[in-house]
Structure formats: C-alpha cells, structure tokens
C-alpha cells in the first residue's frame, strides 16, 4: 500500500530529511499503522449531508458553541515589542530574522 | 506535616491570614525536592521566581474579598503553555532553550488569583503520546509504583499531584491528554468543554481537539482552578463568547435526580476486568444517592480512535510547519533554506512526532483527502451526533477513562498502535469537544498486580457547557468511594 518512495515523498512534503533507516522504520509503521485506520473507510456516512466541514468545530456553523463573527476588524493592535519576538534566535539583524536568500 | 493540603485550603488560610504564602511555597519546593528523585516529573523548576512571588503576595496581602482564588496556591504548568521568561520545551528538543516572550491567558489568570507557579511538567513531545515516554528530557515513573508509567501526554503533571507533592497542576488534553494519566496516578483530571478555556499560549497539537485543564487531588480543586483559568477570551478565536465560569457553588448538590447514561461500547472488549468492575461499583453506589443508570449505545463509538487519529495527526502536521528553525528553537544550518528546514525538522522531532506529521501530510495530500482526512471528520460528527442524541435521554454519560488498569515503563514505546489504544474510550469526548473529568473511583484488588493495589479511574462525560453538573457528579463519586486514595509516595511525604 505504501512503498519506500512514497514515504521519501511524504517526507519531502512535509520538509523531513529522512536517512535511509528511519525511511524503513517509517514505511513498515505506517504501513501498519493505516492498515488500522482503514476501518474509517467502513463508515457507511452517505446520509450524512454536506461537506466534512461540519465534523471540524473550528469550522462547524450548526453547532450552539460556534458563533458567527469570530474574526475581528482586520485593525494593527498593541503587538509584542520586536526585540522581546527576536530574543529566541542567534539569527537576527537590524531588526529582522536572517536567512539564507531564498531566491537566486 | 499535618496542615492545609488542597487548593482550596492553602487559598482559604493565605487569604485568613493563618498561612504565609512564602511557607505555603517553601513546603511546596521541599515536598517537591523529596519526591522528584523517585518521579522525575519536572523539566524546570525556578524556587527563587516562585519564592520572590510569595514574597510579594506575602507583602501585599490578602486580595479583596471575592478574589484571590488561588492566593498562595503553589501550581506546576504543563511545559506546552507559555510562561513569560521561562523555558517552554514541549517536552522537545526542538524548542531547547526557547523562553516565550508572553504568557499564555491561563498563565494571567493564575497570576492574577495569587497563584504562584514553581515549575513546569514533563510531557510527551509535543503532547504526542499516552506513557511521557516520547519526552525528550526524561522518563516521568508513576507515584504508585516506579516501574509504571505515569501515562500521558500530560505525566508529569499527573504524577506530581498523585505523589502529593502539589495540589494541583495545569496539563492539556488533546484525545486524553488530561484524563488518561490522572486515572493511573489516583489524580482528577478535568478536560473542559471545548472553548472554555483559552488556548492562547497554548502550543498547538491538533487545534480542533486541544484543552487546558486541571489536574488536581481533589474535584473541588478542579473546579476552582477551571473557576480561575476559564472564561472568554478574545485572544482565543474559538474562546465561546461570553462565557464565564461557575462551578463552585452548586458541586454539593448531588446527583439525586441526575440520570447517566453507560454506553455498551467502552464497557467491553478490550479493558481490564479490574477497571470494569470498579466503575460498575461506583455506579451501583452512584444509584443509592437516588441517580438512575441505564445502559446506552453510542453507535459510531467503533470508528472514534480511528477518526481521532486521523483528524489530529492532520492538524498536527499543519501546526508543527511552524517550527523550522527561523524564529526560535533548534536551527541545523545548512547550503539552502530548504536544506535548512528539512534538517532542522529531522534533528529537533523525535521519533512519534515525525512519525504523526509524516500520517498528518499523508492523510492530507492530494489524492488521499477525501478517503482518510474528509472521511474522519465524517465519523467525528457521526461520534458528536450519537452524544447529542443520547444526551436526549441522560444527563451525563459514564465509562471508564483507561482500559488499562497499568502501563509498564517501556512497554508501549515501540507499539504505536498498542499506545493509540490506551485513548480508545477517552477520544470519543474529544471528537465531540465535551467536558470529561476522570476521577478515582476505586483501588484495584491486591491480587494480580505485581506493583500492588492500584487507582481505577472513573470518567463522568456531559453535553457542552454542562462542565458544573460533571464535576458536581465527579464530587458524588469522590463522596462515595469505599476508601481513601492516597499514593504511596504522598503517604511517605506524609511523614517527612
């Protein structure tokens, strides 16, 4: 169901540098892993209307606890002091977080 | 040492004035300083912040009446929530280092009812795991017996109350999180309705899913920390507006009309005979008190930790693309940014972390979608919908919070799926983002454990915003346990 190159995809998709052992470890985890997890494809939902949305209470409209509104005025508000955001990094300068440049 | 011993206690004596909030603190580290040896709970404790705040509270004196709630109360925070200048780690090397420039909302909140917070507590990384084994700095041991584990994700704050050594503590409870290791440590654990409590300065897992919450001795204890920390939040999106909290006054008013409902589905297969008696037990004297119990379905109950993995290994993957290196934490440079990234990512995750953003970008890539991610929120609403429509006919639905009575250190950590199913009947709450408080019912027999007799926990689930009346029938449960529940280690701390 999921082969080496799969795994070397998921991995570069979700920006990890795999080495070729944890590549084997995560391919026959996973493997199992959602040999499991096939039971959801069991779930007989066809009477279930509308769109996944509704199972997700982030994004859900029915449900009494979710309101509309939640977003606020795209206003500039008191934030952090840009000294106090850039203490965590050894990579910093004038003010703004360094990089390598990104485009040639 | 005969004194105050809960929350509510300690605050009620500071606020008299019978007890200094700089003893109440200097009792604290020292209990702490006598059982961390044995538990290995705490990945920072800072004594001189925590004294230097007794002292202060010590010199300003009592609040006003009404407030105060937890004034001299000293509070351990799960290492996932923001402290303003103290090492947050999430229990990674990712975040080695990082000191949180603000604190998280129930971090004020406790500052502002006079508690005072002396460490952080050990978890699984990024809250991923069910043992605190997946921690980077530290195995967490469960007070009743070294050679177990605490459970988790939230160990150490579950250990740290079951020793005796704090009355309470804050962890987050994801599909469990909160409830899972309070029921191995003899502790209460309390996961609030979802939106109750503030997440911001909460370090996101899987945000449609994650809760604050209390761990404490007590349900009383419980109640007053949900009653310090829970309430709006405009800095939460998902904070319910206009909610306050009020669960205090009426947790004496029994459970005589209350009607709880026992779903067949996590009374069954798969968890320990000891567990399953003990809660029918608890239920049985539950009835005495004049509550009814009758049994229940809860039909999609089956696809629950499927579709709870799912759902949360997908948000997972999408809220730890924030850490890479750039802004805080671990960076492994390298020729590219890219290059950056990917190597940063492989040397601050562990293990399980990478293992769940890897099933997290699985389930949400193009092509695999609609079969594995729109498919568990299909059967998470399906979970929600059978709770609503028990919840028609009962007022509160009760199970077992663990299926196992026991955890072995190293007994799970190479088993993910063997892990996956120590949450199997506490995700279901969690998918439908209701209030769950694990409480002690019982303690095993004697026979059949080789670490003695151990707490059973008993879990008490409601309808949204029903988080008193749960904690109210958490109270009746305590009321009515057989004998008291008391971890070896706090028996010992007892004595020093």
């Known amino acids: 169901m999921i082969d080496h190159k799969e795994i070397v995809n998921i991995a570069n998709l979700a920006s990890l540098d795999l080495d070729d052992e944890e590549v084997t470890l995560y391919a026959s985890r996973l493997r199992r892993i959602l040999a499991f ?32 509104g939640r977003l606020r005025p795209d206003r500039i508000e008191p934030s952090l002091p840009p000294g106090a955001l850039l203490a965590n990094t050894e990579f910093s300068a004038d003010g703004f977080f360094v990089v390598k440049k990104v485009i040639e | 040492m005969n004194g105050p011993r809960t929350a509510a206690q300690i ?74 200048g103290v090492p947050t780690t999430c229990g990674s090397r990712m975040l080695a280092g990082y000191r949180p420039p603000y604190n998280a909302t129930v971090v004020e909140r406790i500052l502002s009812e006079g508690g005072i917070i002396v460490g952080t507590a050990n978890m699984d990384e990024f809250a991923m795991g069910s043992t605190t084994e997946t921690s980077a700095w530290k195995r967490t041991r469960n007070p009743w017996s070294p050679e177990l584990s605490p459970g988790g994700s939230s160990g150490g704050s579950a250990a740290l109350v079951g020793s005796g050594a704090l009355p309470a503590a804050l962890g987050s409870d994801t599909g469990g999180s909160i409830r899972q290791p309070a029921a191995l440590c003899g502790a209460v654990g309390f996961k609030p309705t979802y939106g109750t409590v503030s997440r911001y300065g909460l370090v996101a897992f899987g945000s449609s899913f994650d809760q604050i919450g209390p761990l404490s001795a007590t349900v009383g204890d419980g109640a007053l920390l949900f009653q310090a920390i829970g309430g709006f939040d405009r800095r939460d999106s998902t904070s319910i507006p206009g909610f306050v909290p009020d669960v205090i006054a009426g947790l004496d008013d029994g459970i005589d009309t209350i009607r709880i409902g026992v779903p067949r589905e996590l009374m069954g297969e798969g968890i320990d005979r000891a567990v399953v008696d003990a ?65 940063t990512r492989n040397g601050g995750f562990g293990r399980e972390v990478k293992m769940r953003i890897m099933l997290g970008t ?135």
């Open chain 2, 362 to 496: 699985f389930a949400l890539s193009a092509g695999y979608f609609d079969d594995w991610y729109a498919k568990a929120l299909r059967a998470r609403r399906l979970v929600a919908a059978d709770f609503e429509k028990a919840f028609q006919e009962v007022d509160l639905v009760v199970a077992p919070t663990s299926p196992l009575l026991s955890i072995g250190i190293g007994e799970k950590i190479d088993d993910p799926l063997a892990m996956y199913h120590c949450d199997a009947l506490t995700v279901p709450a969690s998918l439908a983002g209701l209030p769950a408080l694990s409480v002690p019912c019982a303690l095993s027999p004697s026979k059949g454990s080789p670490c003695g007799r151990l707490p059973i926990g008993l879990q008490i689930m409601g309808p949204p915003l029903a988080d008193a009346l749960v904690l109210r029938a958490g109270h009746a449960v305590e009321l009515t346990r057989p004998e008291k529940i008391v971890s070896p280690l706090a028996k010992d701390l007892e004595e020093v």
């Open chain 2, 11 to 84: 605050a009620g004596a500071c606020r008299r004035g019978a007890l200094s909030p700089l003893s109440a603190t200097r009792d604290a580290l020292r209990r702490l300083d006598h059982v961390e040896g044995t538990i290995d709970a705490l990945v920072h404790v800072d004594s001189e912040r925590a004294l230097d705040r007794a002292a202060q509270l010590a010199k300003n004196g009592p609040p006003a009446s009404g407030e105060g709630l937890l004034f001299g109360v000293p509070i351990a925070v799960k290492d996932n929530i923001c402290i303003e």
């Open chain 1, 37 to 68: 997890f096939q039971k959801i494809s069991d779930l007989d939902d066809e009477n279930e209307e509308g769109d996944a949305d509704r199972g997700n209470p982030l994004l859900c409209k029915e449900r009494d606890l979710c309101h509309e």
């Open chain 2, 279 to 343: 809660v029918r037990a608890s239920l049985e004297r539950i009835e005495k008190l004049g509550a009814s119990v009758v049994p229940i379905d809860l039909p999609h109950a089956e696809y629950a930790l499927c579709a709870y993995y799912v759902a949360a290994m997908s948000e997972a993957s999408s809220n730890l693309a924030r850490f890479d290196g750039v802004r805080y934490g671990l960076r492994e440079e390298r020729e590219s940014m890219a290059r950056t990234y990917a190597a």
